[in-house]
């Protein structure tokens, strides 16, 4: 990753992959005919001796290795699943404990267990494929579909815990605070829920073509894509905080991803560019 070189290549997989989540020494990759691949890294010493971060003692754990270039790397193919869904597979989530969710065109979504790639649950409560996921540290996981639905479950019993119906189409983003369930469709509408009651709140109208775009800096503080620029929202009371203008207003083109960084800064793409935005007013407001 920080020189760019190509160490090793797996060229098992006899369809196209979909998604992939790494796991520290782990890949897991699903792919178009409905299978999952679960592969582990495997490095092998060369000349160089292995070398370990930190200052080791009789209590401490383990420390991660330094890898040097001489290293070889292997990507082994340890399970696969080879109908984990009957469709093709278009979102793929790790999740605590050792789970890992897949949600599919085949309208479901199946929990598994990393370590032998064992089949949990089936959850069903969508009409239409499975467009985006979102799983916290409390193992609630929430769903969207093309049926324009929003689903909470619980992963550790594979229940539902509420439905919400509020978006014209597909659903391609979710978000979830503790207080809130934040979505965001194909209808170029953001709605905010109270996650407790799946009572919708209120809703953001977005520019034509940016309402999949969702960041989330605090608990209280949102930040979406628009035309040309990015926006601060303060969730609980819907008010629009600051407007970021990524160039010039002539030359807008929509920010369609986001990502928020550690430290609250924002990257997100401009065109065939990428733009950082720091925003020192709105940190102060998240402080």
């Known amino acids: 990753a920080i020189e760019g070189i190509l160490r090793c290549s797996s060229n098992d997989g006899q369809s196209g992959i979909t998604a992939l989540v790494f796991l520290n020494h782990r890949i897991v990759a699903a792919r178009l005919n409905g299978s999952i691949d679960f592969f582990c890294l495997e490095s092998h010493k060369s000349t160089s001796q292995l070398q370990f971060r930190g200052t080791p003692n009789r209590t401490a754990v383990p420390s991660s290795p330094l890898y040097s270039n001489d290293d070889i790397i292997r990507c082994q193919l340890t399970h696969t699943v080879a109908c984990a869904h009957q469709k093709p597979i278009t979102v793929l989530k790790a999740a605590a404990a050792g789970r890992l969710v897949t949600g599919s065109q085949d309208h479901t979504l199946r929990v598994y ?29 929430a ?14 019993t594979g229940s539902r815990v509420s439905h919400m119906h509020g978006h014209r189409g597909d659903i391609t983003s979710l978000i979830c605070t503790t207080s809130y369930v934040i979505s ?26 940016c309402g999949s775009s969702l960041g989330l800096i605090s608990d209280n503080l949102l930040v979406t894509g628009g035309q040309g620029c990015v926006s601060f929202w303060d969730i609980g009371y819907g008010d629009l905080l600051q407007t970021v203008y990524l160039g010039k207003y002539e030359e807008a083109q929509p920010a369609r991803q986001i990502l928020v960084l550690d430290n609250a800064a924002i990257v997100c793409d401009f065109g065939s560019e990428l733009s950082l935005v720091y925003v020192p007013s709105v940190l102060e407001k998240l402080d």
């Open 184 to 209: 965001s469709g194909l209808d170029d509408v953001i709605s905010i829920w109270d996650r407790s009651s799946a009572i919708k709140l209120y809703s953001i109208q977005q520019d034509l073509g």
């Open 143 to 156: 769903s969207g579909g093309q049926d324009g639905a929003i689903c909470l479950w619980d992963v550790l």
């Open 113 to 141: 267990r990393l370590d032998d790639a064992c089949c949990l649950f089936t959850l069903q409560g969508h009409s239409g494929g499975i467009t985006a996921i979102y799983i916290d540290e409390t193992m609630v996981l």
